[in-house]
Structure formats: C-alpha cells, structure tokens
C-alpha cells in the first residue's frame, strides 16, 4: 500500500468541506488496485458525501512502474508558470536521485522518467507502459492518426487523440474535439504500432515530455534529416 496523507478540499457544488487522501507516490508493483484505479480514470475522483457531486482533484504524484522501468510525475499547479517550475524542479530532481541510487547500490540503475501535467495525460501514459508499448512510437502513431483522421473528416474538428483500452481489452484510440467530446474512434493497428517502431530511431531521445506536440516536433526532424541525406 502507497502511503497516504490527508488534506481536505472544498465541494464546488454544496461547499462541504471533504477530507481527501493524497499518495505522493504511486508504486504499481506494490500498490496494484490503486494502479488499476489510476488506469481506469478513478484515482483523482473525489465524490463530496453530502451532495453526492463527483469531480476531479489532481495533485503532484510520482507514478512508478517498476516492471517497465518507467517513472512518471504528474506535474499540476494553480498557474503555468508554476508548472512550469514544476517540470524544471522535478528534472533536475530525478537526475540527483538517480545519481543517488547508483552511488548507494554501486551500479546503475535503469528506469525511464516522463513528466505529464494532467490526470488524463498520467492515465493514457500508465496504460500505454503496462502494455509494454514504446510511448514515443505511440506519440507518433497517433499524430500521423490524427492527421489521417482529420484529412477524411474536413468538416469535423479534432483537437486531440487518446489511446484506450476498454473494460474487455480492446486497444483503441479516442479523438476529441475542442470540447472534450468524444467524435472518432479507431482501433489500434498493432502492424501500424511495429512500424513506428522500426521506422523511426528514438535511441537518441532524452526529453521527458513525450506527448503529441513533441511528436510533431520529432517528425518534422525527421523528414529533415531524412531530406539532407
């Protein structure tokens, strides 16, 4: 079990005041059931005991995938700019104790870090890992989805995709429009997943942000390198 402190928040609705359990940390291996919560978009659900309204409280947490070598840190504060301070803390943060681990049990020590900066950014993330998928092929896959999808839908708007895995397994990936809404769904192509992989060298990528405007980012590199060839 992960441990647990307490804060207490206000209900947006009646105003009750809730007490709220916070993890700092997420261990997948030692804490599955909250892990599988953290998946099925339940960890960040608060529901106020008076009036019964359900929403979201996200905070700072460190999710630790152990059997994929991969942490993830959730980054959220009331402002950008102190996000943004956040992801610079948290960077530096990482290295220092990945330094300080490789000191204490006199090897090196391998695990992944990624930051994302929302409760939906974390879940997509920890699903894609526990598939044993590449998240940086994954990122690609679905900017070249989205252009794809948007190209056959002109006078549809999208302004985001998902990947998702439903209740009985199935793999897919979820398009969004301007308001959050649901408007497209495709299935995962594990054939399109595997050339991702193949075609694209992400040996040499060391950002911890991994998300879909780094995959724009990474293509268009890409396509330049491949130009001056």
């Known amino acids: 079990m992960s441990l647990q ?3 207490t928040i206000q209900c947006p609705k009646c105003q009750e005041t809730i007490e709220v359990a916070m993890m700092p940390s997420l261990n997948a291996h030692l804490d599955p059931e909250a892990a599988k919560r953290l998946m099925k978009g339940e960890f960040f659900v608060v529901k106020c005991p008076k009036c019964g309204f359900a929403g979201a409280f996200e905070y700072p947490l460190l999710y630790n995938d152990m059997a994929h070598h991969m942490m993830i840190q959730l980054a959220v504060g009331g402002s950008e700019a102190e996000v943004e301070e956040m992801v610079k ?33 974390l879940q997509e993330k920890a699903m894609i890992i526990n598939a044993g998928f590449d998240d940086r092929a994954m990122e690609v896959m679905k900017f070249l989805l989205l252009a ?18 439903e209740a009985d397994g199935k793999r897919l990936f979820l398009f969004f429009n301007g308001a959050y809404e649901v408007v ?27 998300d879909l405007n780094w995959a724009v980012q990474f293509v268009q590199k890409a396509i330049e390198a ?3 060839e």
């Open 5 to 7: 402190r307490k804060t």
């Open 89 to 121: 803390a948290y960077r530096e943060g990482f290295k220092e104790t990945m330094a300080q681990v490789e000191k204490t049990i006199g090897q090196a020590f391998q695990s992944d870090f990624r930051i994302v900066k929302s409760g939906a950014d």
């Open 148 to 165: 794809q999808v948007s190209e056959q839908n002109k006078d549809a708007s999208f302004e985001n995709v998902r990947y998702y895995e």
């Open 184 to 210: 497209a769904t495709v299935p995962f192509d594990q054939a399109l997943y595997d050339m991702m992989k193949n075609d694209f060298d992400f040996s040499l990528v060391k950002d911890e942000i991994i």
């Open 226 to 228: 491949e130009g001056n």
